[in-house]
């Protein structure tokens, strides 16, 4: 076991070692802290607790990078094997599961550990900038080394279950939105049914109930990072959230070891999937994929990456089924619930769950759209159509846009439903640039996200809403350095609409390049 | 050293070069390609076979020199040529998730082919490829053989006139390679000219008309196979099989222009290398007829190719 674990775990190093790409990361973080600092020492003239504000801002940046290295890193480690169908050649050569899970899983966890680790000494000079405590700095690396052991061994066993590394990432990212949200929507319920008279508030039910779910949300490691710097913080580093998420990995890392066998028995890899369509031949009309259209990217794509008519008609029904549970749960939470729904917020809710599901098929298409094609290697075959790259290029989005048809038709329906208040936002939102920096930000998102799945296997996703994030967090306080903390944001925001489009057309210009260059491999 | 043609030619190539970074994969590369001729295009691995096909199938813009395919400049006129070639890679390149026909039906409608021509052609490449029973399976269930045969029924969707072929026989079994062969002498048959690349030249011999061999980016030889062999071996073998075992050893080598003579291990069977400057083969088949050895078979060595091959191209693997 041991000559498996060190083969792996030198493999990991020396790859990691060899990774330009890792290390301009690596270079790209600390030339990030670095400057935070130097932004954070100009305005420590202007506000106090300068060193409070720049460990807060480090360590919510860390959280959210560790957040979206358990959704991609973690969560492939292992299917990334299956994929490249690496893991049965593993197998004879006697790596088991533990060798595996401390090679490959164990490796990055400390890597991760390491790059936090290279941050602390910077933390410290916080300290110097005033408003945080030595004792502040402390907790906060413990809460978050306990964070990450738990959500990289949450990640190792979700690899282990999964034979692809997008089914890994998806259910990953449920389960964090269930860990994050989870106990605050049980609460609003539980507040709700407590209201109605459902509850008695002062039964056993509604105080174990809201004993734990109280319990649950001080697991949170964003509440817990909210109480650590908070004024006055003196309780002690090894708090609930710290043992919670320490007993939380024990029980993944021995889930890992004990399911390993039961779901890797097979050596198969990540094939090619059919969607949820039947073929011609003795299927009903309807289900069956029909013959190409005139544009046939177009019709590759809507049927065989965006799942065609049986999934449109799946979507449909199951966007419709997401509003109407949240319908019903704004009503059931709502001071006075009724089951005789209001049309208006009917509509709302439409609108603001299709354009969150929207959002959501865009990021899966923009990841997907051509790392399939490269992962297939089928690109140079459709790029020796008689058809321009940029034709192709487009022709294939269509196909997926067509596929987003579900998600909008649920967004004008909540319009029709409520046109007054969609007007009335929309108006006010009309005088604010924010809001076009804010859709400047989606589109320039879609682009990125779609030339990173040129460049990497995996996490495209994650890493285009960790550049988004940082890249505007970054933003934000260079400009308030610069204006002396005296802007108003309008002409941030004016200004960083006209960089975005400047972005967005050099992004686009570039998958198209790039789209060029893949399919020459 | 190229011979020369009569007709204008398919394909054209004249002074390509092309560099990747630090090292030239291909270094004034001249060579024609005949009309409805089977060419073959071999070199050892990183000969720059593959990287010769990928400018030739438009993919690829040469650095220096030209390529015209039909008359037509492959920079230039990339549409126009994409119309008129296919071209197979080296590796699989499919939508394992389509069915055959799907997979089919989906590249004759990016070639712009009505339904009913697509319906016609896809029933013909199926029948050619022998595939027809299989078009509505899942590729992702088909073997290496049978996925070949899609990938070449692919190709002939928009009916072209000239396929590139990029070792289309690597990695198959014995009998799926000698179906692809056949399947690619009826192509020849039917009027479509083959340019197929392959890192073996006694694999292409039987089948190809003519041969150019490339090692590390340099053309060695380009023109037809016969005179392959006569400008790489002035010293030809054959194998003679006998029906029975006969120390015939003597016999043979004392036979006018016989260099040398060897027993093939384990058989009745005998390696005879003559001068061809002091004889023919008729003149040696006729000497062991006249020794009343009870000949079973008299045939070229076709491990002979291989040492011209060898004698051509570099020993070592390129750095």
Known sequence: MIRGTMALMDRALRVDSRSVRGHLIRFLFVGLIVWCLVVTQLQAMLISAAGLEFVRSMITIALFLITLGGVSLFATAITEEKEEQTLGLL????????????????????????????????????????????????????????????????????????????????TMTLALLVYFFGPWLLQMVLASAIAVGNVDPTGAFAANADRILQKLSAANIFVRSGVIFSSGFSEPLISFQVVFHTISAGVFFLLFWLSFACFNHQARGGEAERPLFGRRTGKPHWIAVPRPWPNALVWKDFFFAGGGWTLMVAKFILYGLIILGVVIFVE?????????????????????????????????????????????????????????IPALVYSKWLGCLLATVPALTY?????????????????????????????????????????????????????????????NILTVMTVQMLTWGTSDGEAFFVLGCMASMALTAILHAGVILRVGVMAQR | MASVFETPPVLDVQRLSYAFKNHRALINVNFQVQPQSLHGFVGPNGAGKTTT???????????????????????????????????????????????????????????????????????????????DGRKDSLINGLSRGMQQRVSLARVLVNDPDLLLLDEPASGLDPRARIELMEILQELRRMGKTIFISSHILSELAELCDSVTIIDRGLIKYSGDMDGLLVDAAAHPTYVLRLRESVDAGEQLQSLPGVLSVSPLEG??????????????????????????????????????LNQAFMDLTERGVRA
Not at chain 1, 440 to 463: D, E, R
Not at chain 2, 282 to 300: I, K, Q, Y
């Open chain 1, 411 to 471: 967004f004008f329906a909540g319009v029709f439903l409520s046109p007054e208040d969609f007007f009335f936002v929309l108006e006010e939102f009309a005088d604010e640039p924010g809001f076009y920096y804010l859709l400047m930000q989606f589109v320039v998102g879609f682009h990125l996200c779609t030339l990173l799945s040129m460049y990497i296997k995996y996490g495209s996703v994650a890493v285009t809403v960790a550049l988004l994030f940082v890249g």
């Open chain 1, 332 to 388: 059931a939470v709502s001071p006075n619930p009724s089951l005789s729904w209001d049309r208006e917020v009917l509509g709302d809710i439409a609108i603001w769950v299709s354009l969150v599901l929207l959002f959501a098929e865009l990021c899966i298409y923009s990841s997907r759209i051509f790392r399939d094609e490269i992962r297939h290697r089928t690109l140079s075959s459709i790029a020796m159509l008689p058809t321009s």
């Open chain 1, 91 to 170: 197998r004879m050569a006697g790596v088991g599961p533990a060798s595996l899970l401390l090679g490959k899983g164990v490796t990055r966890i400390l890597i991760a550990l390491l790059i936090l680790a290279a941050q602390f000494p910077f933390m410290l000079l916080g300290i110097t900038l005033g408003g945080v405590l030595i004792h502040q700095v402390w907790a906060a690396y413990v809460a978050i080394c306990a964070y990450l052991i738990m959500i990289g061994n949450a990640g190792l066993f979700v690899s282990v279950i999964f034979r692809t590394s997008r089914m890994a990432s998806f």
């Open chain 2, 267 to 304: 058989k009745p069977a005998w390696s005879v290398t003559y001068d061809r400057e002091l004889t023919d083969t008729n003149t040696v088949l006729r000497g062991v007829l006249d020794l009343g050895l009870p000949v079973a078979s008299f045939t070229e060595d076709r491990k002979h």
């Open chain 2, 53 to 131: 096909l990928k400018i030739i199938c438009t993919l690829l813009q040469p650095q220096a020199g030209s390529v015209r395919v039909f008359g037509m400049d492959v920079v230039g006129q990339v549409k126009e040529v994409r119309r008129r070639i296919g071209f197979m890679p080296d590796h699989f390149s499919m939508y394992r998730q389509m069915t055959v026909y799907e997979y089919l039906d989906f590249f004759g409608a990016a070639y712009g082919l009505a339904q009913s021509d697509r319906d016609r052609v896809i029933a013909d490449v199926l029948a050619l490829t022998d595939m």
